[in-house]
């Protein structure tokens, strides 16, 4: 059959459960830091420290992947020190790992290293099913972000590598990376000679996957996913679904 379009795959958390990962490695990190102040709950305290993960991604530009002792380092500032948590995010952000104090900070943060490391999340439930119907149709762009390295083992161990046409990992998403993601799918395309009738990005977040997409002119579908997916207000995707599944009747 011939191609007649592009389908550019966002990763983490719209086709692999990378949360489920995530929630382990910083739920051990405020265990570790617990040892050391009894006040931190792991359960409680996990909203606290995504909400102080999110600014430190904000403030690294957009960068999941930065050093996660400055996490730590943040968690201890709020929780021991009594900073805000803006605050707390804020100065970590500005501290260098020789002025860290407390090796609780360290030894948390490689604990929550190593499971993100080491652990290999799941495929979400029908996901290779989707990527097989589609792949009859369209050219397939994997896109995700983060260390290439970490990325190509899930990649590789999940077979995804098989299944897409294309794999192009960076680091920060943005509308530069989108143009070339969508490059590379349509020099695969033009080889197919197939007309590129859709090109079509699929994400869990606004900020991340929608928005850059639209900026270069994408047709977006929105699977909100767990980690501050945003909102519609924001940036307003063509199409909003609840479940894989359902790309199938939209493509």
């Known amino acids: 059959m011939r191609k007649v379009g592009i389908v550019i795959f966002d990763m983490d958390d719209t086709l692999v459960d990378k949360e489920t990962v ?23 305290d996990l909203g606290i420290l995504r909400e102080i993960d999110h600014e430190l991604v904000r403030l690294h530009g957009g960068k999941h992947a930065y050093k996660s002792w400055k996490l730590a380092e943040a968690l201890w500032l709020h929780y021991h020190e009594g900073k805000g948590r803006l605050e707390a995010a804020t100065l970590a952000f500005k501290l260098k790992k020789s002025n860290v104090e407390h090796s609780c900070i360290t030894k ?86 197939g007309k590129s009738k859709r090109i079509v990005m699929i994400g869990d977040r606004i900020s991340q996957d929608i928005i850059p997409a639209k900026e270069v002119g994408l047709e977006t579908i929105w699977i909100p996913g767990p980690y501050f997916p945003g909102n519609r207000q924001e940036g307003m995707p063509d199409h909003e679904i609840s479940s894989l599944c359902e790309l199938l009747k939209l493509l």
């Open 22 to 44: 995530f929630v382990e490695a910083q739920k051990t990190m405020l265990q570790t830091m617990a040892e050391h102040d009894p006040r931190i709950d792991p359960d409680k």
């Open 108 to 193: 948390a943060a490689k604990r929550h290293d190593n499971i993100l490391e080491n652990r290999i999340p799941r495929l979400i439930n029908g996901a290779k099913e989707v990527l097989r119907e589609l792949k009859k149709k369209y050219v397939l762009v994997l896109f995700p972000s983060g260390k290439e390295k970490s990325q190509q083992k899930v990649i590789k161990h999940l077979g995804l590598d098989k299944i897409f046409d294309v794999i192009f990992i960076c680091e920060v998403k943005n509308a530069s990376a989108f143009l070339k993601a969508k490059r590379r799918g349509e020099e695969v395309l033009s080889k197919a000679a």
